[in-house]
């Protein structure tokens, strides 16, 4: 049979307030989701004999069990007792380690497609329940939403009537960031008190772009230029092209900015080429 393909999306945090840390080591964010059109594919082929096989275009993804799609495979094969296995073959585009959670996404697509190919039956909240036994990220590809706010972890997902598609320029600069090191970086006296989240959704329906950047906010900008300083040179020259708000997304270092159309992100993509491996026109999708 012809394999399956999954298209699976990337995100941008807009927002990213930490509220505090849990007892349990996580912290407690309030975040504004964007899923945007930076896609992995991922090819889904049952195999008879069992085993959970991963191929990879990409030299620094393992294709073992550390890989998410690899865990959440074996964990629904082990307990709805299932004799086959799977190959799964991921064109990887979405950069590795950048704040884009490509990994999660691709955890949240596998959890899709096995539900679909291995015909489980399983409901929207029981592959929710699954993917945050794996990742805070995971629950918002869970849920058909271009937007939507997380609370807790992250996991909490609250879709929003955001109507607007927006364009973005997204620069990655080709430093791998560990999340886990991000937090523990975080000084926590030095994190933003205040609730604006709602300005910036209210500008983002309104599409009022250059509100909606002077909103844009990541309380792990801090830990992120500890970790590497060299950071903040990339996020004032693209500032300086942008000149609206650009932000970090997630834990890094992926950074973005939002534009009034599609050609304002092609023409600083064109000038930031020059400079930069990794550089994007986005949108809202
Ligand atoms: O949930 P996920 O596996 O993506 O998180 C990776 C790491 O990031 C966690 O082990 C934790 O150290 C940190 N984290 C956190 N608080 C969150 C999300 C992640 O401290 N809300």
């Known amino acids: ?19 505090n840390k849990r007892p349990d080591g996580y912290h407690n964010l309030q975040t504004l989701f ?11 082929s ?24 690899y865990k959440i495979a074996d ?31 691709n955890a949240a ?12 039956g399983l409901k929207k909240a029981r592959l929710i329940e699954i993917g945050n036994m794996f990742g805070s990220d995971i629950a918002f590809f869970l849920h058909d939403c271009s937007w939507a706010l997380g609370e807790g972890r992250g996991e909490i997902i609250s879709p929003l009537d955001i109507k607007s598609k927006i364009d973005h320029i997204l620069v990655v600069p080709k430093k791998k960031m560990s999340t886990p090191k991000v ?44 970790i590497d300083p060299k950071l903040d040179v990339v996020k004032k020259r693209l500032k300086s092209l942008e000149n609206k708000g650009v932000s970090f997304s997630g834990s890094g270092p992926s950074l973005f900015g939002l534009t009034k159309s599609n050609q304002e992100a092609k023409d600083l993509c064109d000038a930031l080429k020059k400079r930069y491996e990794q550089v994007y026109v986005v949108r809202t999708c």
């Open 1 to 19: 049979m012809k394999p399956l393909l999954f298209k699976s999306p990337a995100k941008l945090n807009l927002f990213l307030r930490v509220i």
């Open 34 to 44: 964007e899923r945007i059109n930076l896609f992995d594919d991922l090819y889904f």
């Open 46 to 69: 049952t195999v008879k004999s069992g085993d959970i096989t991963i191929s990879c275009d990409h030299p620094h993804v393992p294709c073992g069990p550390g890989n998410l799609i």
């Open 75 to 105: 964990y629904i094969k082990s307990t709805y007792g299932l004799k086959y296995g799977v190959h799964v073959k991921l064109n990887k585009r979405i950069p590795v380690a950048a704040g884009l959670a490509g990994g999660s996404s």
């Open 109 to 120: 697509t596998t959890l899709i497609a096995l539900n679909k190919l291995w015909k489980l």
């Open 183 to 226: 937090y523990q970086a975080l000084n926590l006296k030095l994190t933003n008190k205040k609730d604006n989240v709602n300005i910036l959704i209210h500008s983002l329906k309104e599409k009022d772009i250059v509100k909606s950047s002077q909103f844009l906010f990541n309380d792990l900008e801090h830990s992120i230029l500890t």
